[in-house]
Every structure is written in structure tokens, then in C-alpha cells.
């Protein structure tokens, strides 16, 4: 399986991006597809997921209202609708896949996850 994530860069704040993860190797029906982040100098948090079965999603509190996660079946693409960016969102983005069912707590751990994208850089500027 790969993932490549794609549709990171420079940004104002207030300003918008759409970041996409197209999967590869193997179609998803069922699981979980999940974006991350990491700051320069932070550790890997989680940003938002979604399950594709039931389009279940799950976002972490400082970007809730402002992200949106979604999936094209047909594509096996998972797309991050990242509007009113912060200088504080400016991070290496990287999509993750796990292939079974979980949780919605599940969702959130970075160690649950079976496959992960080479990452996209999103810079948002004050």
C-alpha cells in the first residue's frame, strides 16, 4: 500500500488549503484513513480521521470548525479542507490508513495505523 499526500504550501493566515491522500495497493472499504501533523521541534499529533464505511469522523479540538475531513470512494482519495489556517496549523502534514475498524478513540492514536504517507508541508504565514 502507498499513500501520497499532496497539496501542501504557503498560506496567509485566514487563507485556505485542501490537502489530498490518494491510496494505492489495496481499495478501502472498510478502516480508517487519518491525517497527522508535526511541528518542527514537536511531536506527531493527530488532526483529524475517517472511517470508510460509515464516514465516522474524528477531530482534535484545536482544529475542530475550521478542518474538514472527507473520502472519494471511487478516487480511494481522503481529502483535508484546512480553512481559517493559524500560524500555529504550519506543520508536515502526513495521512495514515489502517485496514480494519476501530474505535473512534481508536482513530486519534497514531499507533493504530498501518501504512503511513511520505508527508506535505503547510506553511501558514502571520
Not at 474538514?68 to 500560524?87: C, E, F, G, H
Not at 473512534?104 to 499507533?111: F, Y
Request: aromatic residues 10%; hydrophobic residues 35%.
Amino acid at each position: 500500500v502507498q499513500l501520497q499526500a499532496s497539496g501542501g504550501g504557503l498560506v496567509q493566515a485566514g487563507g485556505s488549503l485542501r490537502l489530498s491522500c490518494a491510496a494505492s495497493g489495496r481499495t478501502f472499504s472498510s478502516g480508517v484513513m487519518g491525517w497527522f501533523r508535526q511541528a518542527l521541534g514537536e511531536e506527531r499529533e493527530f488532526v483529524a480521521a475517517i472511517r470508510w464505511g460509515d464516514q465516522i469522523t474524528s477531530y482534535a479540538d484545536s482544529v475542530k470548525g475550521r478542518f474538514a475531513i472527507s473520502r472519494d470512494n471511487a478516487k480511494n482519495t481522503v481529502y483535508l479542507q484546512m480553512n481559517s489556517l493559524k500560524p500555529e496549523d504550519t506543520a508536515v502534514y502526513y495521512c495514515a490508513a489502517r485496514v480494519q475498524r476501530i474505535v473512534i478513540t481508536g482513530m486519534q492514536q497514531a499507533r493504530q495505523y498501518d501504512y503511513w504517507g511520505q508527508g506535505t508541508e503547510v506553511t501558514v504565514s502571520s
